[in-house]
């Protein structure tokens, strides 16, 4: 146990570090960050429309119209279906912004060059809507972050600068340092795509779609996935590394899509397709943050009698309703400590399992709703469900389930305390 | 008067120790000012902060920080774990103040 502890420490945590602080990653993570509002108001507005709860219903048509949803369908134009648009601006801009470049710029660029290469809609000249949400997010990132390094490095380059005659104010000068990337930027994209046409692929949007994204959505939404999810994030956290922050890029680029083909599928009534969502890690899993430790707490409630223990579980139940459990984390501590890293592991992991399973089996809707990851559980379960209370019991059977796995080892914790003070005394 | 910046992931955990940290120093009769924010955002407040503390479950992101805080020569350090576990505000406000000297 202490070798294979040694050897993670030793280059697990190192690559974690790399990773977590990798700036192409950080980027899409903080892009990410600016559009999420924009993407609750969209989800808040489908959910609103789509509540299957009959009187609310009815009264909604009753006050104002049968027409009364389209409200909540243009906030949602405005956001699910433009989420690529929104977050290949905001990435390619904190790409620029951590080179300390013309971050504006370089994000106008990058949203030029994505434009460039969309393939217009097939019967009209127009934007096709396809591509501009969730499912044309892998294209649009790759976009953003090339041409975004791109436009960076040509910006730094002093050849490309104009030289401007004495007399002519600086700041004019200035104006005209962004001409040459931009057009140099814009031009790589417009070649691309015409030489896609050319070899044959008259939408490079559909090529991505189906050779990578599809397949791999398709592997996404699989207890393995959410098995892998769940461990390596606890398995960071172990560690006292953020482990939901370094796997956010997955977590949005790749389960963000799941869910976002959820929500369309909820809006027309169809089937809801993806089990293993963004929102079906918040809700479901990690319950007072990760490692499911709300349960830790009510388990310490019940069983410890160690004033330490509790006065701690005092300080962090009130975060702790809010999926904030640092104070838990690293005042038990949890971090490196062999008795809960056993259940800090394995209750997210059961949880997973008993979740997939719930909702794979139709006893629990699947997920249809984006909700702030500080939303209290119980609450939570029956937002991201599309409002069923079947989403709230599933918490209450995975919270009864995490008070039992972490009973026995606050018990143990406790034990081994004593005997070491009364050793020591 | 001299002001705290603390970052963690989201500012959330950061916020709680704000509070903390606060009431310590008015109970020592300390001016320091003390605030949390994202890591996503700390780049907009470079300017602020005299003196920058991470969390620990951030403390990957320290070299990344140190250089964005260089051009002002802000000390940054990673908050110690037992410290940020108990939400000890008198023990990380001494810590930014020794770093201040």
Redesign the interface.
């Known amino acids: 146990m202490k070798k294979i502890m040694a050897f993670l420490e030793k280059y697990f945590v190192p690559i974690?570090?790399?990773i977590?602080?990798q700036r192409h990653l950080?980027a899409i993570?903080?892009g990410f960050?600016?559009i999420m509002p924009i993407i609750m108001a969209g989800s808040f507005a489908v959910l609103i429309n789509n509540l299957p709860i009959a009187p609310y219903q009815n009264l909604m048509t009753s006050m104002l119209g049968e027409s009364w949803k389209s409200f909540g369908g243009q906030v949602w134009m405005g956001s699910f279906a433009v989420m690529s648009l929104l977050v290949n601006f905001t990435i390619s801009y904190?790409v620029a912004?951590s080179y300390n470049s013309n971050a504006v710029a370089a994000g106008a660029v990058s949203l030029a060059s994505l434009m460039a290469i969309m393939q217009p809609a097939a019967e009209a000249f127009a934007i096709p809507y396809q591509w501009t949400g969730a499912v044309g997010l892998f294209v649009s990132i790759f976009v953003a972050l090339v041409s975004s390094e791109v436009f960076v490095r040509l910006l730094g380059n002093p050849r490309l600068v104009i030289k401007m005659p004495e007399g002519v104010p600086p700041a004019v000068a200035k104006s005209f340092a962004a001409l040459f990337p931009s057009i140099i930027t814009l031009s790589i994209f417009a070649l691309l795509k015409v030489f896609t046409v050319l070899a044959g692929v008259t939408d490079i949007h559909a090529l991505v779609n189906d050779i990578v994204q599809a397949p791999l959505l398709k592997l996404a939404n699989s207890m393995g996935s959410a098995l892998t999810i769940a461990f390596v994030n606890h398995l960071l956290?172990f560690f006292?590394?953020?482990g939901?922050?370094?796997l956010e890029p997955v977590m949005q680029t790749v389960f963000m899509q799941t869910l976002d083909a959820n929500i369309s599928a909820f809006q027309a009534g169809a089937a809801i397709p993806n089990i293993v969502t963004k929102p079906f890690f918040d809700a479901f899993v990690y319950m007072g943050g990760s490692g499911t430790t709300i349960t830790l707490i009510a388990a310490i409630y019940i069983a410890s009698k160690r004033k330490q223990y509790r006065s701690?579980a005092n300080?962090a139940a009130g975060?702790g309703l809010?999926n904030?459990?640092?104070?838990?984390?690293?005042?038990?501590?949890i971090?490196l400590n062999p008795i809960f890293m056993i259940p800090f592991i394995c209750v997210p992991v059961v949880t997973t399992i008993i979740s997939y399973i719930a909702l794979a089996s139709g006893i629990v809707p699947k997920t249809v709703a984006m909700i702030p990851w500080?939303t209290p559980p119980i609450i939570s379960g029956y937002l991201v469900t599309g409002g069923s209370v079947m989403g709230s019991l599933l918490q209450i059977v995975n919270l009864i389930i995490g008070i039992a796995i972490y009973m026995p080892f606050v018990l143990m914790a406790e034990k081994l305390d004593t005997e070491k003070a009364t050793e020591e005394a | 008067m001299k002001t705290i910046m603390l970052v963690?992931?989201a500012g959330?955990?950061t916020s709680?120790l704000v509070t903390k940290m606060k009431k310590a120093a008015e109970e020592q009769n300390i001016d320091v000012e003390v605030f949390a924010v994202?890591?996503?955002e700390s780049?907009n407040y470079t300017n602020q902060a005299n003196v920058v503390l991470l969390?620990?479950?951030?403390?990957?992101?320290l070299?990344?920080m140190k250089a964005m805080m260089a051009f002002r020569e802000v000390p940054v350090a990673v908050i110690n774990?037992?410290d940020?576990?108990?939400?000890n505000g008198k023990a990380v406000l001494k810590q930014a103040l020794d770093l201040m000297k």
């Open positions: 974690a570090g790399r977590g602080s950080v993570r903080d960050v600016v904190n912004k956290w006292g590394l953020h939901s922050n370094i701690l300080m975060p809010f904030i459990n640092e104070p838990v984390i690293f005042g038990m501590p971090v500080t | 963690c992931s959330m955990s709680l994202s890591e996503a780049k969390g620990p479950q951030v403390r990957y992101i070299e990344k774990s037992a940020y576990g108990m939400m």
